[in-house]
């Protein structure tokens, strides 16, 4: 069977990631700082799915934690065929407001660790001449917003180069750039969902979906809906000054 690795894995895109894999066949290593609910998530796909299920815990802005899950990236016993860089949050205030630690902890959550996690499984699948790794970032990639922004611009530049970089050796690397998801994301912010627009909100089976499907089709970079394909080819039209006016206000 096909092993994938996913992090982020007991709540929102990464829960919906570990649903729709284990439907169509996949084991699973599951990654997530609450092992409760990574124990909890685990069962019930095994249950249902007749899957095997592995389970770590591990906080990715933690070195030794995020060591134990690229040594699982490269195990050649039971090698990892998919990688879903999902695990992320996000800080209420803007850059300059928050502190600076909270932002190097943010920084290394979105940053640093998918960019060793994709390093290992890069270095993994290459040589076995086969793999694919979705990097979650997000459509504030293309909208000037702050650090968060830089980060999943930093994600889908990075993952547009893998992509073509890798294609001979048979890996495929994809940036997933969804809008507002309705998962747990927000309110772990402090933001208020109603203050959204309800046509702006996506599903998050519905973006996993969108992903798998574009990642049959080769496409580096995943954008779900047409809502959000419309939104972000205007960002390449409209002037700068009203784009961040537009991106300040979504906030």
Same mark, same amino acid.
């Given at each position: 069977?096909?092993?994938?690795?996913?992090?982020?894995?007991?709540?929102?895109?990464?829960?919906?990631?570990?649903?729709?894999?284990?439907? %169509?066949?996949?084991?699973?290593?599951?990654?997530?700082?609450?092992?409760?609910?990574?124990?909890?998530?685990?069962?019930?796909?095994?249950?249902?799915?007749?899957?095997?299920?592995?389970?770590?815990?591990?906080?990715?802005?933690?070195?030794?934690?995020?060591?134990?899950?690229?040594?699982?990236?490269?195990?050649? %016993?039971?090698?990892?065929?998919?990688?879903?860089? /999902?695990?992320?949050?996000?800080?209420?205030?803007?850059?300059?407001?928050?502190?600076?630690?909270?932002?190097?902890?943010?920084?290394?959550?979105?940053?640093?660790?998918?960019?060793?996690?994709?390093?290992?499984?890069?270095?993994?699948?290459?040589?076995?001449?086969?793999?694919?790794?979705? /990097?979650?970032?997000?459509?504030?990639?293309?909208?000037?917003?702050?650090?968060?922004?830089?980060?999943?611009?930093?994600?889908? /530049?990075?993952?547009?180069?893998?992509?073509?970089?890798?294609?001979?050796?048979?890996?495929?690397?994809?940036?997933?750039?969804?809008?507002?998801? &309705?998962?747990?994301?927000?309110?772990?912010?402090?933001?208020?969902?109603?203050?959204?627009?309800?046509?702006?909100?996506?599903?998050?089976?519905?973006?996993? &979906?969108? %992903?798998?499907?574009?990642?049959?089709?080769?496409?580096?970079?995943?954008?779900? %809906?047409?809502?959000?394909?419309?939104?972000?080819?205007?960002? &390449?039209?409209?002037?700068?000054?009203?784009?961040?006016?537009?991106?300040? &206000?979504?906030?």
């Amino acid at each position: 069977m096909p092993r994938a690795l996913v992090t982020g894995a007991t709540a929102g895109i990464g829960h919906a990631f570990a649903d729709a894999l284990a439907a %169509s066949g996949h084991d699973l290593v599951l990654v997530a700082r609450d092992e409760q609910r990574l124990s909890s998530v685990a069962e019930t796909l095994r249950g249902r799915d007749g899957v095997q299920v592995e389970v770590l815990r591990a906080d990715l802005t933690d070195d030794a934690d995020l060591q134990r899950v690229t040594q699982a990236l490269t195990s050649t %016993s039971a090698p990892v065929d998919l990688l879903v860089n /999902n695990a992320g949050s996000s800080l209420a205030q803007w850059f300059g407001t928050t502190d600076i630690a909270d932002e190097e902890k943010q920084l290394d959550l979105l940053v640093r660790a998918p960019m060793h996690l994709m390093d290992a499984a890069l270095k993994a699948m290459s040589g076995r001449r086969g793999g694919a790794v979705i /990097n979650v970032a997000s459509v504030a990639a293309f909208t000037p917003r702050g650090t968060y922004s830089a980060h999943k611009a930093w994600i889908v /530049n990075l993952s547009r180069w893998a992509h073509l970089h890798y294609a001979d050796v048979g890996v495929r690397v994809q940036a997933l750039c969804p809008g507002f998801v &309705r998962t747990e994301f927000h309110q772990r912010m402090g933001v208020d969902p109603g203050t959204v627009p309800r046509w702006m909100w996506l599903k998050a089976p519905a973006v996993v &979906r969108a %992903s798998l499907k574009d990642l049959d089709r080769g496409k580096a970079v995943s954008i779900p %809906s047409l809502r959000y394909k419309v939104l972000t080819a205007l960002t &390449r039209v409209v002037p700068a000054g009203v784009v961040a006016k537009v991106a300040k &206000r979504g906030r």
